[in-house]
């Protein structure tokens, strides 16, 4: 609870909290309990869509979003975490140069199928190469390995990421 | 539960349904492609509506779960249509007759039977529209038809060059006669059939603005979690929602008929209320049921003769000095663990109601709807959304999320998504049957099987229920699904039996990617391949002997082996190999590259090649076959659904794993070229993975795995 003693308040006996929320560079007033994972108050409350669902227990890294630019599961994170930290969600990641060249990768290389991982698979690959501009195989991995696509999409990742990077 | 009164109620009305039920075109929600959705459009026909601006849309009588049939279909239509690819946009279908399969009566995508189905229906169906629109100009300028052609989305005059946007023929088109017959093009004429384009949806799933069913947003829309059966067929005798009520945001408890809903105004409300429900279950028919139990009762079953699937020639003992072989396979039950967990979300409005799903079974959605709400059928509209995957289980005949959903909705002031989370959807049914086969065989003196024999015991999927005349063979009585694949042996075999027992449990089953084919593939190539190692020859040249009249067969396997380099030597550790199988009237030929990590499988490369007919989109088939494989590989090693006491014991990925990008081998997809009708695209390429593998680890470490997942086996011995 300490999280929100500067940038929240008690609003409810169900330990309801206002809270101000920066997410995409926007910051929105929400109202939310605060144990609420950071998942559902980007999809129910503010209403960006982009970021999914797909376990509530960050095994398959489809809600991952950033938060001050770390990949981040937030179908785990309790809101409450995140108050004063900047939330990226893919509706935004396209506004950085890096993000663009990685959705760009994704469109040439075709990797979406049914396409509900693949919000997460870019914000997980866009943090691999701010970290890790030329990534090797390995590091490919390493930072792509809590993204589950059950369509079949993982070459298709790997070559994308590696024409991002230009390696 | 509906009763069975209303059940056979139900599907009078669907036969009724079948006979010519006309739904007047409703403007979907989504456009997919170049920009919004435009307004001012009039329809050519049920495929194709064309703006005054000359904005052309291409609408979709199949649903998108990741196969690329909004790619592909778009390219059978413009082909016809004479529009440029850059700027095309396509929506998802209302339901009503003109999107049935052709030949059948009901709306659905599966079977791989998209392009298969479409492939004559969809160009003519943009055959026609374009000669409406040269009639149309014909008429404007008083010229005569055939002076005139289409290009570029316009009728061009070839004399005189005029050029009339097809946006300001449409209009007057969709009040011309449709031509009773239309000539297509040629296929050295066609500019986009056979290229391999990119996808239409690629940009939409790249930035998070593809809009699956979970992503339905309506105003005030509310959020339901439901309280199920832990065990199979349990029904609730009592329960206490105090709890559930004191929880913020928590609106609605109500019992529905598949368990005890809980209304919010949010998802995590309505997980944390469906969490603090207290409910008394009566145990059901599964009360008891154990998979580990199944397995025994099929084993002991299998050796006693099932219904004959298929006979031919005589099955007799063998002849003292024949090699004999005798072998048990098993496969387990799977579920389908899309990506997105099941959902659906139905708004209730004075005229009707509205149903938003990523479905496969459209009309069937509708119906059963109008059925929960006491509604026609008509009054029910299905909104097809993205589907974050499919591989069958959004197909139910039954219709179990579509129902449940519209009874939690119903009688509340707003509208109402039913989620399902990653347990809910793991736990709440619908499963690949798990099986056990014994088979035998007696080679003959070239060592080639003389006598084959395959017993099999399966759950059947839709027999003894409302549906069974979907899968049921007339002249058996058996479920086509227990023995495709099995009964139809491409091996050039003279005494064959395949068998099955069929009995019915309590557990909820349903088609999974390749359905029967599924555990077919596995059983059959890896039984041939024990009889090639017993036969001291070859696994791929003691194939192609026994397939000489099998010309896509040896194309595919020639293919694979070629592009593997089957035969040339591998690393020490390694060790390659090799399946076929026919499904869906494609056959897939895979090689698969092995070895052992800690005893433990690891697949490095997959060489999959398919002949599958004039390919429409060569990169779209290529993607499929990938999928196949990573779908396939993912049951082959690790899938397993178990039950004890009715109850799943999976639950979400960390007990159900999958394939990830680090266990991911690469995959080469290759093509046999072909110039035959198109065959089936989605599934094929999974039937022989499985076997390719466990041929391979056979190879490498002599230990023969008969049950999947290969998980299960021990590989070190050897």
């Excluded at chain 1, 109202?31 to 960050?58: F, H, Q, S």
């Excluded at chain 2, 409910?279 to 998979?291: E, I, L, Q, R, T």
């Excluded at chain 2, 495709?484 to 039996?497: D, F």
């Amino acid at each position: 609870m300490t999280h929100g003693a500067e940038n929240g308040t008690l609003s409810t006996p169900n330990l309801e909290f206002v809270m101000k929320l920066e997410i995409n560079g926007q910051v929105h007033d929400v109202t939310a309990e605060a144990d609420m994972p950071l998942l559902w108050v980007i999809r129910d409350l503010v209403g960006l869509t982009g970021t999914k669902y797909g376990c509530g227990a960050a095994l398959c890294g489809a809600c991952t979003v950033h938060i001050d630019g770390e990949p981040t599961r937030s179908c785990v994170l309790p809101v409450s975490a995140v108050v004063g930290k900047k939330i990226t969600t893919i509706e935004a990641i396209g506004n950085t140069a890096l993000g663009k060249k990685i959705q760009d990768a994704w469109v040439a290389e075709d990797v979406p199928q049914c396409g509900y991982c693949q919000s997460g698979q870019i914000m997980s690959a866009v943090a691999l190469l701010g970290k890790q501009p030329k990534p090797s195989d390995t590091d490919i991995e390493t930072a792509m390995s809590g993204n589950i696509c059950r369509c079949g999409t993982y070459s298709r990742i790997r070559k994308a990421i590696t024409r991002a990077a230009g390696v | 539960m509906i009763t069975a009164t209303s059940r056979r109620e139900f599907l009078k009305t669907a036969g009724l349904t079948a006979g010519g039920l006309m739904v007047g075109f409703c403007l979907p929600a989504r456009t997919i492609g170049a920009s919004a959705a435009i307004t001012d459009s009039t329809a050519v026909n049920a495929f194709i509506k064309i703006s005054s601006d000359n904005d052309i849309t291409l609408i979709v009588p199949k649903s998108e779960m990741g196969q690329g049939v909004y790619t592909g279909y778009a390219q059978l239509l413009a082909e016809e249509l004479e529009l440029d690819w850059q700027g095309i946009r396509v929506e998802a279908a209302p339901v009503a007759p003109a999107y049935n399969i052709p030949g059948m009566s009901m709306q659905f995508t599966g079977g791989s039977m998209s392009i298969r189905t479409g492939f004559q229906a969809m160009r003519e169906a943009g055959a026609t529209a374009r000669t409406l629109l040269i009639s149309a100009a014909a008429e404007k300028l008083n010229v005569s038809p055939n002076s005139l052609h289409a290009a570029h989305g316009n009728v061009v005059h070839g004399d005189s060059g005029r050029t009339l946007s097809y946006g300001s023929l449409a209009a007057h088109a969709a009040t011309l006669t449709p031509p009773s017959s239309v000539t297509l093009k040629e296929p050295s004429q066609w500019q986009l059939i056979g290229k391999p384009l990119h996808r239409i949806d690629t940009l939409a799933k790249t930035n998070g603005t593809a809009g699956f069913g979970v992503d339905t947003r309506l105003p005030n829309q509310h959020y339901a979690l439901v309280a199920r059966a832990p065990s199979f067929g349990a029904t609730v005798k009592s329960f206490d929602d105090t709890a559930a009520k004191a929880i913020a945001g928590v609106v609605v408890v109500k019992q529905v008929p598949s368990g005890i809903a809980v209304i919010a105004t949010n998802t995590w409300a309505a997980r944390k209320g469906r969490d603090a429900l207290v409910v008394d279950w009566a145990a059901g028919p599964a009360g008891h049921f154990s998979s580990a139990k199944l397995a025994q009762d099929y084993a002991e079953k299998c050796l006693t003769p099932g219904v004959v699937a298929y006979s031919a020639g005589v099955i007799s003992a063998p002849k003292k000095g024949q090699v004999h072989l005798t072998a048990d396979y098993a496969t387990p039950y799977l579920s389908h663990a899309s990506m997105e967990p099941l959902n659906c979300t139905v708004a209730f409005s004075n005229s009707g109601c509205d149903v938003y799903l990523g479905t496969q079974m459209q009309t069937m959605d509708q119906l059963a709807a109008a059925d929960v709400a006491g509604l026609k059928p008509e009054q029910v509209h299905v909104h097809t959304t993205f589907l974050g995957g499919g591989f069958g289980r959004r197909g139910n005949l039954g219709s179990d999320v579509v129902r449940e959903a519209v009874a939690v909705a119903n009688g509340f002031p707003a509208p109402v998504m039913t989620v399902w989370t990653r347990e809910d959807d793991m736990r709440g049914g619908y499963y690949r049957p798990q099986s056990h086969s014994h088979l035998t065989a007696t080679l003959d003196t070239n060592g080639h099987p003389a006598i084959w024999t395959h017993t099999q015991a399966v759950q059947p999927l839709l027999k003894g229920g409302p549906f069974s005349a979907f899968t049921t063979d007339p002249k058996t009585g058996l479920d086509k699904t227990t023995h495709e694949g099995a009964s139809e042996l491409p091996y050039a075999i003279k005494n064959v039996r395949v068998d099955v027992h069929d009995d019915l449990h309590p557990v909820p089953v349903l088609w999974w990617r390749s359905v029967g084919h599924s555990n077919a593939g596995f059983v059959v190539e890896s039984f041939i391949d024990e009889c090639a190692h017993a036969a001291h020859k070859d696994p791929l040249a003691y194939r192609l002997a026994l397939l000489a009249d099998k010309p896509k067969h040896i194309a595919a396997l020639k293919l694979a082996a070629e592009k593997a380099g089957w035969g040339t030597p591998l690393p020490k550790g390694r060790a390659r190999g090799i399946a076929v199988h026919e499904s869906f009237s494609s056959v897939v030929a895979e090689v698969a590259e092995v070895s052992l990590e800690n005893g433990k499988p690891r697949v490095h490369r997959v060489v999959a090649a398919m002949h599958c007919g004039t390919v429409i989109n060569p990169n779209l088939v290529a993607q499929q076959l990938e999928s196949a494989v990573t779908y396939g590989l993912s049951a082959a090693l690790y899938g397993r659904i178990t039950i004890a006491d009715g109850r799943v014991e999976q639950s979400n990925f960390d007990n159900y794993e999958v394939m990830r990008i680090n266990t991911m081998p690469v995959v080469e997809a290759h093509i046999v070229p072909s110039t035959e009708a198109p065959t089936g695209v989605g599934e094929p390429g999974l039937p022989p993975l499985a076997a390719a593998v466990a041929n391979a680890l056979y190879a490498l470490s002599g230990v023969r795995a008969r049950q999947l997942p290969l998980s299960q086996t021990n590989f070190s011995k050897a």
